[in-house]
């Protein structure tokens, strides 16, 4: 295991109460051991982790579920879906605030964001089928469809999953604990969904009266020249959206046929404050 993964997991483990950056009293913990383990070019980082951004589709008749390709989608179903990232205050009122950045197409409707092992999901009724896609700890985020009719449903689900420590466990640290991002490396598993990096990533910071702070920027922006590899892009992460706490958000489209990528996002620094 890379040195930065057992940093972050050690810390995840040691039910640090909050992650800091820059704090005046503490030095820079990347140190030698740890930086070695990077690629040349990514940004310096005492930690990393993976999110895992999948979405599966299923057709509901009769009480039964039947997983399907994206192309064997109804044609009016085809459309961008979103996923949103950390937003742990968000969270706690499924979302509302971003879903209103992410309009979806009329034939989709927002269903219940929820972590496996802890949420029911009572109104989908999810079956093996379903299950069989799902691990204890992922974040779904649900939509729903009526079409394509004649007592058929469609239920996409985007899930959100992390290799390092289950990805609910890091939604609920948040919202006491906090660490900082310098950069992530976006990777799309199929190399032909390119489109895909012309969605913008959306940052906001929801305060806790309700005042949304938001900016932008496309990945595709930072696809150099250098970057000769097809499918990957590395996107830096300036400090005020990278620091993550329960009032920061991501969110971006995801095209209805990119169905398996991942985010790998570096911590420059971590610290431990308590027990």
């Not at 044609?75 to 009122?93: H, R």
């Not at 879903?99 to 079956?127: C, K, M, S």
């Not at 204890?136 to 239920?155: E, H, M, Q, R």
């Not at 000769?228 to 400090?239: A, L, Y």
Request: charge should be neutral; include cysteine.
């Amino acid at each position: 295991m890379k040195k930065g993964t057992q940093n972050f997991m050690n810390a995840i483990n040691q039910k640090a109460d909050a992650f800091d950056y820059r704090d005046p009293d503490y030095a820079d913990v990347a140190n030698p051991e740890s930086e070695a383990n990077r690629i040349k070019g990514n940004p310096i980082f005492a930690a990393t982790f993976n999110i895992k951004l999948l979405t599966r589709y299923f057709t509901l008749n009769t009480g039964s579920y039947t997983a399907i390709a994206a192309a064997s989608l109804n044609a009016a179903l085809k459309n961008s879906l979103p996923f949103f990232i950390f937003g742990n205050s968000d969270y706690q009122s499924g979302f509302r605030n971003v879903q209103g950045e992410f309009p979806l197409n009329t034939n989709w409707a927002y269903g219940i964001a929820g972590v496996v092992g802890r949420d029911e999901f009572t109104a989908l009724a999810f079956d093996a089928t379903v299950l069989a896609e799902l691990q204890t700890g992922d974040l779904v985020i649900p939509f729903t469809s009526a079409l394509p009719g004649t007592g058929t449903t469609t239920l996409a689900l985007n899930i959100l999953r992390c290799s390092e420590v289950a990805y609910g466990s890091i939604l609920g640290a948040i919202a006491s604990d906090r660490f900082q991002l310098n950069g992530a490396r976006y990777v799309l598993v199929d190399k032909t969904k390119q489109a895909q990096y012309a969605n913008q990533w959306l940052f906001g910071k929801l305060s806790v009266f309700g005042k949304f702070e938001k900016d932008s920027l496309t990945p595709n922006d930072y696809k150099k020249p250098e970057q000769f590899q097809d499918g990957i892009v590395d996107v830096p992460i300036v400090e005020k959206w990278g620091s993550v706490d329960k009032h920061l958000i991501w969110g971006l489209f995801n095209d209805f046929d990119n169905i398996n990528s991942s985010i790998t996002l570096y911590s420059p620094q971590v610290r431990k404050l308590s027990q």
